[in-house]
């Protein structure tokens, strides 16, 4: 069964640095999201993006963000000068168009942890 | 998208079937019902959506009141490994909107 993927599984950084989680999202599908989950807190949505730009964006998600999709198979998010506060898992989700059925179900990955130091 | 009000925990027997309710009062004619659940810090998982029908999958079984005010989230036979956190969120469907994750339930099933 086609699932999506991310890696790293974890990642440590120091306050300051960049960092690009990477996914590849199933591939048939044709929107993307990022959510994250600080830990003890619920899942948030960041971004979801469709035909090569961002279709929809949280208030989370400011100019520290960046979303890219650089080929056919992988979709990045990348976080400009990390701080401790970004420490959370980061989900990938991929979902295909739905056309009048109501199913929109997005397909998680199984997370990237981020450790900011 | 309309609020919805859950139970924070639940218990049930493995083998049992468990039964998860789920509050929805101000959800509007075109808003579906999802539900999906994430099993320890793992990426959510869908489980069923529904309008106003009754559904079942391989999974689960979504029971809608008639008025589409609430619904219950059925596993008809309980396994360990269904202890997760269950989320019901009610969305207007359309392709690349957002799933907006309350606190959930979470559901122990006990041996």
């Known amino acids: 069964e086609p699932e999506v993927t991310q890696t790293p599984s974890h990642q440590v950084t120091q306050m300051g640095q960049e960092v690009i989680l990477r996914c590849v999202p199933i591939s048939n599908h044709l929107y993307f999201y990022w959510y994250r989950q600080i830990l003890g807190q619920k899942v948030e949505f960041l971004v979801s993006?469709?035909?090569?730009?961002?279709?929809?964006k949280s208030e989370i998600f400011d100019d520290q963000f960046s979303v890219e999709r650089p080929d056919g198979s992988n979709f990045t998010l990348k976080i400009r000068s990390t701080k401790l506060e970004d420490s959370a898992m980061y989900f990938c989700a991929s979902s295909e168009q739905s056309i009048g059925t109501g199913r929109n179900e997005q397909f998680f990955g199984p997370g990237t942890r981020l450790t900011v130091l | 998208d309309a609020k919805t009000t859950q139970p924070p925990s639940m218990d049930c027997a493995e083998g049992r079937a468990a039964n998860l309710p789920c509050n929805h009062s101000?959800?509007?004619?075109?808003?579906?019902v999802y539900w999906y659940r994430q099993i320890h810090s793992q990426g959510p998982q869908y489980i069923i959506h529904?309008?106003?029908n009754n559904e079942t999958n391989e999974m689960a079984s979504l029971i809608i009141t008639e008025d589409r005010k609430s619904s219950t989230l059925i596993l008809p036979h309980a396994t360990l490994r269904d202890t997760a956190v269950y989320y019901c969120i009610v969305r207007v469907t359309s392709s690349g909107s957002r799933l907006t994750f309350g606190e959930g339930t979470q559901l122990t099933v006990n041996p």
């Open positions: 529904g309008l106003k």
């Open positions: 993006f469709y035909n090569n730009e961002i279709s929809e």
């Open positions: 101000t959800i509007s004619g075109n808003e579906y």
